[in-house]
Protein backbone atom coordinates (compact mmCIF):
# COMPACT_ATOMS: atom_id res chain seq x y z
CA UNK A 1 0.00 0.00 0.00
CA UNK A 2 1.67 3.58 -1.19
CA UNK A 3 2.64 5.78 2.02
CA UNK A 4 0.86 9.16 2.16
CA UNK A 5 2.73 12.67 2.66
CA UNK A 6 1.80 16.19 3.61
CA UNK A 7 3.88 18.46 1.65
CA UNK A 8 3.83 21.93 2.54
CA UNK A 9 5.61 25.03 0.87
CA UNK A 10 5.38 28.52 2.52
CA UNK A 11 5.45 31.31 0.17
CA UNK A 12 6.10 33.89 3.66
CA UNK A 13 5.44 33.52 7.48
CA UNK A 14 3.59 37.06 9.04
CA UNK A 15 3.08 35.51 12.00
CA UNK A 16 6.15 33.26 13.84
CA UNK A 17 3.98 33.14 16.99
CA UNK A 18 0.70 31.40 15.49
CA UNK A 19 2.78 29.39 13.51
CA UNK A 20 4.58 28.09 16.92
CA UNK A 21 1.22 27.56 18.01
CA UNK A 22 0.04 25.46 14.79
CA UNK A 23 3.71 23.33 15.03
CA UNK A 24 2.30 22.35 18.96
CA UNK A 25 -1.23 21.63 17.87
CA UNK A 26 0.01 19.91 14.37
CA UNK A 27 2.46 17.82 15.95
CA UNK A 28 0.01 16.55 18.44
CA UNK A 29 -2.73 16.12 15.68
CA UNK A 30 -0.66 13.74 13.30
CA UNK A 31 0.46 11.24 16.22
CA UNK A 32 -2.57 9.50 16.52
CA UNK A 33 -2.72 8.90 12.74
CA UNK A 34 0.94 7.58 12.31
CA UNK A 35 2.22 10.64 10.81
CA UNK A 36 5.98 11.26 11.22
CA UNK A 37 8.15 14.74 10.16
CA UNK A 38 10.65 13.75 7.25
CA UNK A 39 11.35 17.75 7.10
CA UNK A 40 10.97 20.60 8.88
CA UNK A 41 12.48 23.87 8.04
CA UNK A 42 16.24 23.62 7.32
CA UNK A 43 18.16 24.50 4.02
CA UNK A 44 16.84 24.67 0.69
CA UNK A 45 18.24 24.81 -2.93
CA UNK A 46 15.20 25.97 -5.39
CA UNK A 47 15.12 25.65 -8.60
CA UNK A 48 13.01 26.82 -11.62
CA UNK A 49 9.94 28.71 -9.96
CA UNK A 50 11.09 26.85 -6.49
CA UNK A 51 10.22 28.88 -2.97
CA UNK A 52 12.94 28.90 -0.95
CA UNK A 53 10.87 29.12 2.19
CA UNK A 54 9.90 26.37 4.87
CA UNK A 55 9.25 23.11 3.37
CA UNK A 56 7.42 20.69 5.46
CA UNK A 57 7.25 16.96 4.60
CA UNK A 58 5.33 14.77 7.09
CA UNK A 59 4.67 10.97 6.28
CA UNK A 60 2.10 8.73 6.80
CA UNK A 61 1.70 4.98 6.44
CA UNK A 62 -0.80 5.23 3.54
CA UNK A 63 -2.42 8.10 1.54
CA UNK A 64 -6.30 7.16 3.43
CA UNK A 65 -4.47 8.24 6.55
CA UNK A 66 -2.89 11.24 5.36
CA UNK A 67 -6.35 12.42 4.51
CA UNK A 68 -7.53 11.46 7.90
CA UNK A 69 -5.44 13.55 9.80
CA UNK A 70 -5.70 16.37 7.55
CA UNK A 71 -9.64 16.06 8.29
CA UNK A 72 -9.51 15.34 11.84
CA UNK A 73 -10.69 17.73 14.67
CA UNK A 74 -7.49 17.95 16.26
CA UNK A 75 -5.78 19.02 12.72
CA UNK A 76 -9.08 21.71 12.34
CA UNK A 77 -8.00 22.54 15.85
CA UNK A 78 -4.07 23.73 14.47
CA UNK A 79 -5.20 25.32 11.40
CA UNK A 80 -7.59 27.63 13.68
CA UNK A 81 -4.13 28.74 15.67
CA UNK A 82 -2.23 29.03 12.23
CA UNK A 83 -5.28 30.66 10.36
CA UNK A 84 -3.58 33.76 8.44
CA UNK A 85 -0.17 33.73 9.69
CA UNK A 86 1.41 32.23 6.63
CA UNK A 87 0.50 32.09 3.05
CA UNK A 88 1.91 28.53 2.36
CA UNK A 89 0.80 25.19 -0.17
CA UNK A 90 -0.54 22.17 1.35
CA UNK A 91 -0.89 18.78 -0.78
CA UNK A 92 -1.28 15.92 0.68
CA UNK A 93 0.10 13.07 -2.17
CA UNK A 94 0.32 9.66 -2.87
CA UNK A 95 3.74 8.04 -2.18
CA UNK A 96 4.55 4.76 -5.00
CA UNK A 97 4.63 1.65 -4.04
Request: cysteine-free; glycine content about 8%.
Amino acid sequence: MPKGYWVSVYRTISDPEKLAAYNKLARQAVQPWGGRTLVRGGRVVAHDAGIAERTVLVEFDSFEQAVAARESAAYQEALVALSDGVERDFRIVEGID
